[in-house]
């Protein structure tokens, strides 16, 4: 059965602006929160405290993370792979934080520099002080569709690590579709497995675009209960490990799509296209989403 509400979390702040190569203002990525914030978007992922050698275009975390203003009822969240970034972000005030494995070895080498299982024991001591602090952790998996080393990635294995995380006290465990490779069938045969051991309402799908297969998978996982969605206004993103990834599913997409279906996501819809549109525009990037170029042209 579909859900009846979806709630959204929009990652174009972080996932969306992490690979851009050119350096972009705080000032913009702090418009653009403040702009997803007034067309209803209630979960914004606006950081990421990561290494400025590896992610140079979240540098300014600190700038983005004190520098928003905060609207009632929103969370801003930022990623922090190590003790390190976490102390960072609690410095700024965060209320939310996400950790990020992979269900692939080899990506987890070059995306975090270290193996799945060392992964996790880095990760066990960030949940403990979050935790401590009454900041609640996400937690990620990438390459639950596939893996832009390894190829095909077992279900079984998104299993092990997504439980492996839900149990270390993740709230919620998201499921990326790094490299956009998924097609419905698969996502559901992926969802399957990983929720024999964590409920549906603790999952999210996080399914990049790269295949044009974003909004058909994430079709197929709503009808099976997913109601929590990643998105990126415009589609925006890739990741800098995974080349030739592009953004999430658009954000304006979805809640068209939703909308359509009756599945309310309190969010709308043109302010997030004209959102879309401004922030393509500031950054020079072409708008990724259909439904955003199409409402611009009317
Ligand atoms: P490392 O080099 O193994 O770390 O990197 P280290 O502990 O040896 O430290 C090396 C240097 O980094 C030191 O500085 C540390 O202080 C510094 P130095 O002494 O050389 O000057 N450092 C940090 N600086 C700032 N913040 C930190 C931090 N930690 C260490 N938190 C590390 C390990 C995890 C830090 C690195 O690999 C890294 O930053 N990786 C991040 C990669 C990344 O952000 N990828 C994109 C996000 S994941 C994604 O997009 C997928 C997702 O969307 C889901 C999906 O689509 O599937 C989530
Ligand atoms: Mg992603």
């Given amino acids: 059965p579909f859900p009846k509400s979806v709630r959204l979390v929009e990652v174009a702040p972080r996932d969306g602006l992490q690979n851009e190569p050119e350096p972009i203002d705080t000032v913009t ?36 993370m004190t520098g928003l203003t905060r609207r009632e009822g929103v969370t801003y969240a930022a990623l922090t792979p190590n003790l390190k970034g976490l102390e960072a972000a609690l410095a700024c005030g965060v209320e939310e934080v996400a950790v990020f494995g992979a269900a692939s070895e080899t990506f987890s080498h070059k995306n975090i520099n270290c193996s799945i299982a060392e992964s996790l024991e880095r990760f066990a001591p960030v949940l403990e002080r979050a935790q401590s602090a009454g900041v609640r952790v996400r937690g990620y998996v990438s390459c639950v569709l596939g893996c832009p080393y ?19 006290g993740c709230y919620e465990v998201s499921l990326g579709d790094t490299i956009g490779v998924g097609t419905p069938f698969a996502a559901k045969r992926m969802l399957e497995a990983v929720s024999r051991n964590i409920p549906m309402d603790k999952l999210a799908a996080h399914f990049h675009d790269t295949y044009g297969q974003a909004l058909a998978n994430l079709y197929a996982v709503l009808e099976e209960g997913i109601a929590v969605i990643d998105s990126s206004v415009a589609g925006l993103g890739g990741c800098p490990y995974a080349k030739g990834a592009s953004g999430n599913v658009a ?45 611009a042209a009317k």
């Fill in 29 to 64: 990525k702090l418009e653009l929160i403040d702009r997803l914030g007034a067309a209803g978007i209630r979960y914004i992922e606006a950081a990421s405290f990561v290494s400025p050698k590896w992610v140079p275009q979240m540098a300014d975390h600190r700038d983005v």
């Fill in 150 to 168: 390894e190829g095909e990635i077992a279900p079984t294995k998104v299993a092990e690590v997504s439980k492996a995380l839900y149990e270390m």
């Fill in 251 to 295: 954000s304006e997409d979805i809640v068209y799509l939703l909308n359509g279906l009756g599945i309310e996501t309190g969010i709308d819809l043109n302010r997030l296209a004209d959102t879309g549109t401004w922030i393509t525009q500031a950054i020079g990037r072409p708008n990724r989403s259909k439904v955003g170029v199409a409402l």
